[in-house]
Structure formats: C-alpha cells, structure tokens
C-alpha cells in the first residue's frame, strides 16, 4: 500500500514517531561532519550581540551561540510527548519509512533529517540526510546513523560535534555508541579552537567519551599544531568539565642555574570525593630525581588535612660543590590541617620540616618567597569557643633556615584562657586573661615557665557623633626559669596597672569635587595611657620585641609584642584623620591620617635591660595617605618623620592602576633608616617597578624589578613575553635573582656576590590544560594584582 502524504497527526506518523523516541538516546551520541562554521553555530564577531562580546570572543573573532541555551531544562524528553512531522511517510508490512524534512521534538530535545527508515520486528532502524540532533548545549551532526531501539546501541559515520558551554567541537569517521551511553570515535580529533581557524587538535585512532563522566580517553594520539603533528602521545586521558580525575596531568618544565633542566610530571590520584593523592618525581638535571607526595583529605568532623613531602635520595651538585655535609639526600615534610567541630572546637595544624637549611634555595627556585624565608613554622593548636570564654592551647616550634640565626623558643606548650566580652555599648565589659607558658631550647639558653595574666574592665560609650572608651586593668608576670645562673634570679615577677582612655569624635560635610558628590570627615582622636613602672631588668626575653613604630602604634597599649615586658607609659596619642566617601555609593576615594605621641614622662622599661632610658618627649610624626580615585588606580602611602633629627625613618609609596583589558602596573618604593627603637639594621632602601601589559589581543609582556637603591643594583628582576589565541596560551619567563643567605642583606660590594638564572616556559591548550604552572607563581608573586584567568 502506498499512503498518500499527510499529517502528522495520523496514525501511521505517529507510530513511526514512538519509534523514533526510543532511539533518540542513542542519537544523542551521533556526530556530523560539517562543511561550515555557521552549521556548527559559530557566529562570527559581528554577528554576536555586544553583551556577549566578551575577551574570549573577540580573541576567537566569534563565539558559539546555542539555540537552545534557553530552553525549559525541566521539561525533561522522558516526560515529554513526541511531536513528529515529514513531508511523506510510507508502511510496509513491518518497515516504516519517512520522507523530506523529518522533524522530530520531544521536551528540549530536537532531531531533523531527511530519511528515516524503522524496522518494527527487529527494532533496528537508520536514519541519514543529514542529521542533526540539538539539546542545550550540544548539537550532533552526521550523514548516517544505524541504531538499535531495544539497546541504545548506535553506529554513525561522517560525524561532527559541538559542546557550547566546553567550547569544543570535533569530528569522527566512525562514531559508536554503547548500551551504557559511552561514546567510542575511530579516526576522530577535537579541538578548543574556532571551527574555522583550527590551531591545535588532538587526532587519535581512537577516542572514547563518557559524557556522564565528564571524561575522556584517547590512544595513538597526536598533537597537531597548525595542521603540523608535533607530539605523539601513546595514551591520554583529559577532562570534558572541572571535575577531578585521575591521570597524568601536564609536565612542568624549567631550566636554571641552580640545577639546569628541571622537568616534572604530576601524577593525580582521585582516590574519592574527600580525598585524594599526587605523585610527582621531578628530574633536576645537575642533582638528580626528587620525588614529591602531596595527600588530602577532607571530613566534616576531623577537617581539611593535607600531608606531604619529598625525598631525593641523592643530590649531585650537593656532593660535588659541598662534600664536607654528612649526608646528600635531601627531604621535605609537610603537614597542614584546619578543623572546625560543632562550631566550638577549633583545631590547626602547620609543620614543615627540611633536611638542610639550604633546600629552599637549591629545590624550590621557581618560588622566590619561598627563598626569603628564614625558618619554618611547627605548630599546632585547639581551641575552645564558649559562650563566655575561649581556651586555648597551642605547641610551637620553628625551624630555622640561616646558619647565623638563632633558633627561636619552643612552646610546649602554651594554654590561654579569656574572657569573650561582648562590647555592648554603655555597659562595663569584664577583661581577664591568663596565659601559661613553657619555653624550651636546643640552645644553651634560658628556659623555664612563664604565667601572665591580666584582669579590669572597659566601658565603651558609643554615640554617632563620636566615642569614649575608658579601661582600667592589672597586668601580673611571672616565672620560673632554669636561668643557669644568666639572670640572676629563677623566679623573678613583675605586676602593673594600667589605665587607658580612647576617644574621638566625627565630623562631616557635604562637598563637591571633581564633580562628585562627596561626604568629608574630620576625625580627631585622643588616646591617654598611664601604666605603672616595674622592675623587669631579670627576666628574660622568649617571645617578646619592640614593636615597628606606625600610626596605628599611636592606640595601642603596649609598645612590644609578646608578654615577656609590662612597659610604663604615661604619654597621650593625638591623631587626625579626614576621608572622602562617596554619597552615591558609599565608596571611600581617599583617607588621610597624622598622629604624634607625647610622653610625659621617661620610659625605663627596655627589652634589653643594659639599653639606656628613654626620654624623647615626643615620639615621630606618623602619617598614612591612600587615594583611590576610581576603581582601577590606588595609591598608597605611608610616613615616618623624625621632627627632632629633621630625618625621615620610613616611608613607603606604592601605585597600583589595572585596567579592564587585565593590564596591570605597579610602582612601589620603601625606605627605612635604623633607629634604636626598632632594630639595628643597615639602612634599607628599595624600590618596586612591575607590569603586566597586553600589546594587543594576543600578544602581552610582562617584567618585574626589585631593585636596592643603596646598592645600586637589581636584587630580583624578572621579564617575558606571552602570546594567547583563541585556543592555546605560551609564556616564556626569565628570572635574575641574588643568592643570598635567608635572612641578610646582600654585600653588593662583594665581587663574589652569586646571581643565578632560571627560565621557565608555559604552555596551555585551552580546554585540555598544559604544563608549565610554576609560571604563574612567579607571576603572582612578583606582580602585585595580577590574576591568571581560567578557561
């Protein structure tokens, strides 16, 4: 019988379109070969609305758009009906067949072709003319697709496909699907590029994609750039979204002085959601393998914890240029963990321990903060957060990373235990606190136990003009030392009332500037301290030093950190701040504060007891200024000046300007002079030039300098160039740094002085990853605001 055509409300249609659902799973996994761009809805710049013409899609000179991207996603094809149309369809016996222009719709789903074929009995059909299937965020195209109904089972050929929201498309000669939904490509390739300007692909005999997975494996892979095959690679697996998966992620590949080529290869275990694993042997050409190991695990009662280290265990260069160490192996330990049970217990470990106090400087050389530091923290801690009180304990030791440095104290422990007040406004709020404290050493040194505890009360008066805020406490220190005789007493003590009154009052006004409206503050402020003097010259000095003078010291109560000294005060703070704030949105364009102390009378407490009194009548003039007059330049700056000498002490400016194409542009410059209420260090005098700048919409430069004006030269500078697409990234880096021992300044009059070298190179394959990230370490690290963007 041959039907005319009609409708497809018909019968026969309607049975071909039950049919045609039960495939269409299977169908989902077709790909198409296209012969253009806009079929696989690229659309070129021009074409793209301006909202959505964002960097990316002006790098690419265009962007996919789906048709479908605002579709109902819970109009689901499962609990959907089917609506089938054709221009012709046919029964015979147990075949249906349809003819020119086969629409079929069910939910979001979409299916068009020109020739469908169905085998009732078998359950078995084809469908060709080319086919293509939509649903949001993907599209499949293909010439011919053979499925089976009952499996889910499907073969296609000549495939091509499209992820929208990935920005992948690719293609396959042959494309089957399995019963369980997983895709497998012969000669197939897939590609983050433009559909029109393909710049780099991966092509394999075989591709298998688990799009509930989110991942994909490809064999006999290889790399093509520009059409060019450059890298064979046997086996592969790489991600189709974020999610972590095991394998073998991109190589890391520098090369310095230190230890000349310098390749490794991360491998990552996802071993489960809470936690994981990474393996990475690092081959330094000059000293030899290094194997690293970093393991987390997170757990909503014990929290994040990650351990990790490295091991070499034979350093080359180490022998050959130091044979007298005792030992060439060298190794890292690393423990970190943060917990938080209950809301109320809190818990924190950090530990890193090294072999050698050189291993930063001669294994990590691509991380120049981790070259500055002079010792490694060894702590552990737990705290209680009550409603009233929280309690404390902590065990901390360092390890110290300079030969010339003495080795800080351990506590082990210290246990403190406060009073958690509330500040209401107007009501008196209790202070206690109580501190022990046991301080050990390696070093024939003082050791011994130490208590202090402190106990008043504070009123803080709270009005919108202004506020007052009176306290009244104790301080009460106590020993018991194992001196050795080097202080002359084992149990010296020392007690001291305090009485502090803070207080500052507000004014503002309406004004105009720059065509702005502007609220200006005034905002003077009186701090008075009044502590009693004690006798302190017989204990010792665990944790304690003389804190760096600024105008935030002017409202504090104390002039050294830690509590190993009870200083005596009876001086008053003046400070003056005015702001400009923003009456539109509340945004601050710029702050400025001045402040002085005058002591009334001299202060005989000294963390050295052998340092003579002290008694300026008047400390040095401290002022901060910060201007922000739009959202993309900042300008920070910071003074110290000494009215007596006439002389600056210390200053730092720093401007900051980025703008909306991620250029980026600081100018920064610090100076300090030693004074006796500081430190005696040597004058330090240093200034900060770093850019990142893009020279157009591929092509970017960046540099960094860190330079010693009083030595007359760089002491790190770093440079290179980068080159983005719309589907690949390189940078290549420089990096000049001096070798110094951690913790001194250079003599830059010493001939002998070392400065090494490192090159360091970045590939990225945008959609696939790439090796190279200690790069954009060096580039945080020396380039204050720069963030390296994701794709």
């Not at 089938?84 to 079929?104: F, H, K, M, N, P």
């Not at 592969?236 to 890391?252: C, E, K, M, N, V």
């Not at 609220?519 to 003389?546: G, K, M």
């Not at 400390?619 to 009215?643: C, G, T």
């Amino acid at each position: 019988m041959n039907p005319r055509p009609h409708s497809p409300a018909e019968p026969r249609l309607r049975l071909l379109a039950v049919a045609l659902s039960l495939v269409l799973p299977a169908l989902t996994t077709g790909l198409a070969r296209a012969s253009d761009s806009a079929g696989l809805d690229w659309v070129p710049l021009q074409s793209v609305p301006e909202a959505l013409r964002d960097k990316h899609c002006r790098r690419c000179g265009g962007r996919y758009l789906d048709p479908l991207a605002e579709s109902d996603l819970s109009d689901t094809p499962a609990s959907s009906d089917i609506r089938a149309s054709a221009t012709e369809s046919e029964l015979l016996g147990d075949d249906v067949y349809l003819r020119g222009g086969v629409a079929v719709d069910q939910g979001y789903r979409q299916l068009r072709g020109e020739d469908a074929y169905f085998d009732r009995i078998e359950r078995e059909g084809t469908v060709s003319g080319g086919i293509t299937l939509r649903e949001p965020g993907l599209l499949l195209r293909g010439q011919e697709a053979q499925y089976s109904a009952d499996t889910g089972e499907a073969s296609i050929r000549d495939s091509e496909f499209v992820l929208h929201q990935q920005h992948i498309h690719g293609s396959a000669g042959q494309l089957r699907r399995d019963g369980a939904g997983k895709l497998f490509i012969r000669d197939g390739s897939m590609s983050y590029c433009a559909p029109d300007d393909v710049e780099w692909a991966i092509r394999a005999d075989s591709i298998k994609l688990d799009l509930e997975e989110g991942l994909g494996t490809a064999t006999g892979a290889k790399l093509d750039l520009a059409g060019v095959p450059v890298l064979y690679i046997p086996w592969i697996r790489f991600p189709l979204d974020d999610r972590r998966r095991t394998g073998l992620l991109w190589p890391d590949i520098s090369s310095d002085t230190n230890g000349g080529l310098d390749l490794a290869v991360p491998i990552y275990f996802n071993l489960a959601p809470n936690y994981d694993l990474l393996y990475t042997p690092r081959l330094i050409q000059d000293r030899g393998l290094n194997h690293e190991l970093e393991a987390r695990y997170l757990n909503r009662h014990t929290g994040f914890w990650s351990v990790g280290g490295a091991y070499m265990p034979s350093d080359d260069r180490l022998q050959r240029d130091r044979p007298q160490e005792s030992g060439d192996n060298r190794w890292l330990a690393n423990v970190e963990h943060y917990g938080l049970f209950e809301q109320r217990w809190r818990s924190r470990v950090d530990y890193s321990k090294v072999s050698d106090v050189d291993y930063f400087k001669d294994l990590d050389t691509s991380n120049l903060d981790t070259q500055r530091k002079t010792n490694l923290l060894q702590l552990g801690s737990v705290d209680y957060l009550g409603e009233d009180w929280l309690v404390g304990m902590e065990f901390q030791q360092f390890q110290t990373l300079a030969d010339d440095i003495v080795e800080d104290y351990k506590k082990l422990p210290q246990i403190t235990a406060s009073f958690r007040g509330d500040n209401t406004p107007f009501q008196l709020d209790p202070i206690f606190l109580a501190q022990y404290s046991y301080f050990d050493s390696d070093s024939e040194r003082v050791t011994g136990q130490r208590l202090y505890m402190e106990g008043g009360a504070t009123l803080p008066l709270l009005w919108q003009y202004g506020f007052l805020k009176p306290t009244a406490k104790y301080r009460y220190l106590e020993y018991e030392l194992n001196d050795r005789g080097l202080l002359g007493s084992d149990s010296p003590s020392a007690g001291s009332g305090l009485l502090s009154i803070d207080g500052g009052l507000f004014f503002e006004r309406a004004t105009k500037l720059a065509g702005r409206n502007l609220l200006q503050t005034l905002e003077p402020r009186a701090y008075y301290l009044v502590s009693e003097y004690d006798n302190q010259s017989t204990q010792p000095d665990f944790d304690s030093a003389e804190l760096t003078f600024s105008y935030n010291q002017l409202f504090r109560e104390t002039r050294f950190s830690g509590r190993d000294r009870l200083d005596d005060a009876n001086q008053i703070s003046l400070g003056l701040t005015t702001r400009y704030i923003s009456q539109e949105d509340g945004r601050e364009y710029l702050n400025a504060s001045l402040g002085q102390t005058f002591y009334l009378r001299d202060r005989r407490v000294r963390l050295d007891p052998r340092d003579e009194v002290l008694d300026q009548a008047s400390s040095e003039m401290a002022a901060d200024l910060n201007f922000f007059p739009n959202q993309r330049l900042s300008l920070r700056n910071s003074l110290v000046w000494d009215p007596d000498s006439g002389n600056m002490n210390a200053g730092s400016l720093h401007a900051s300007y980025q703008r909306r194409d991620r250029a980026v542009f600081n100018v920064g410059y610090s100076y300090r002079r030693p004074v006796t209420l500081v430190d005696r260090d040597v004058v330090t005098e240093q200034a900060h030039l770093s850019a990142y700048y893009p020279v157009d919409e591929r092509w970017s430069v960046f540099a960094a300098l860190n330079f010693s004006v009083e030595g007359s030269t760089s002491v790190e500078d770093m440079f290179g160039i980068e080159y983005d697409t719309c589907c690949w990234r390189v940078r290549l880096l420089h990096l000049r740094y001096i070798d110094t021992v951690p913790g001194q300044n250079p003599d830059f009059s010493n001939p002998d002085l070392e400065r090494e070298h490192s090159t360091q190179v970045q590939v990225v394959l945008k959609g696939m990853g790439g090796f190279g990230n200690r790069v954009t370490d060096l580039l945080e690290d020396m380039i204050r605001g720069f963030n390296d963007r994701d794709y």
